[in-house]
């Protein structure tokens, strides 16, 4: 399930008679630094003073395209490879960024799952063209059409993912600390199963916005408590639905109107009520994607 990787090997030794597309003083713009820098089939290499960085797409570098993601072993084989292509053993280089993903196959068009999640605690969620973000500095919880950016960016497509609606989801972490995971890491069960329960875990942690179910009318409703839930329905209809309630609690929040522990409050109070029988149902779009997300974790553990 890797696909994304950046890491650097403290090293000595010079890369560039491997690679191609060779820049010798190639200038980032970013910090400012001079680099040399060249390609290894897709994987960017920079040389430093210091060492080397690798960055780039470990699946693509490994089947020649990105719409596959690599198992544990598969991961073992892309690291040795690049090793052996690079003439310098790379397994002990520190890894600080790791995409983990798969691709689901699912039954509607990917920007229709989208409505399905409100927000997620700690994460800011904020959409790019079709692309959904729950993100932080240090992480980021991604969603988008695996088969549009095929076709913006011109990227083959494999024939198990041809005429599909393809989801892709992905859990990035952006920040990992030095000497925290190296690259041998990626392939010990130990490691990979800890980036499966995190990748299930983040998916799991996004608040869901429910479906309404059908109701008899209001006047077969018997007690009090029915028609306050069949007040609150309606309410939240009227405005465009339970997310942008939320979006109304943040909103306040911002302005000061509220506080942050009562809008968590609110939202808390919320969750139960969307947990009632009574007026809401699971929405069977959430049903699906779970058990998609489900499924994948329990295929790639080791």
């Not at 820098?37 to 690798?54: A, N, V």
């Not at 598969?74 to 690049?82: C, F, G, L, V, Y």
């Not at 605690?121 to 063209?129: A, E, V, Y």
């Not at 009090?224 to 939240?236: D, P």
């Amino acid at each position: 399930m890797y696909c994304t990787i950046e890491a650097f090997l403290e090293t000595n030794e010079s890369v560039l008679s491997s690679l191609s597309n060779v820049q010798i003083n190639y200038i980032d713009a970013y910090t400012g630094c001079m680099y040399e820098k060249g390609k290894l089939d897709g994987l960017e290499i920079k040389k430093t003073s210091r060492g080397i960085k690798l960055k780039g797409s470990l699946a693509k570098y490994y089947f020649g395209n990105n719409f596959q993601t690599l198992s544990i072993d598969q991961t073992k084989e892309a690291i040795e490879k690049i090793s052996d292509s690079l003439h310098i053993d790379v397994s002990g280089a520190n890894v600080f960024r790791i995409d983990f993903a798969t691709n689901l196959i699912v039954s509607e068009p990917p920007q229709n799952y989208y409505s399905l999640f409100a927000d997620a605690s700690r994460l800011n969620k904020s959409q790019q063209g079709t692309t959904q973000y729950f993100s932080n500095k240090q992480r980021a919880i991604v969603f988008y059409d695996k088969c549009n950016e095929a076709k913006a960016h011109n990227i083959y497509k494999p024939d198990e993912f041809k005429n599909k609606n393809v989801l892709r989801y992905e859990h990035r972490l952006k920040r990992i600390k030095q000497n925290q995971i190296a690259l041998l890491d990626l392939y010990s069960k130990k490691t990979f199963n800890w980036l499966i329960d995190e990748w299930l875990n983040q998916y799991y942690s996004i608040r869901r916005v429910p479906r309404f179910r059908i109701k008899k009318e209001v006047k077969e409703m018997i007690n009090l408590k029915a028609f306050e839930l069949q007040g609150w329905k309606l309410f939240i209809q009227h405005i465009g639905g339970i997310e942008s309630f939320y979006s109304m609690l943040d909103d306040e929040e911002r302005r000061g109107t509220i506080s942050k522990q009562n809008k968590h409050y609110y939202k808390k109070k919320f969750d139960k009520l969307f947990d009632s029988p009574e007026i809401f149902e699971p929405n069977p779009l959430i049903k699906e994607l779970d058990e998609k997300v489900n499924q994948a974790a329990e295929r790639y553990r080791c």
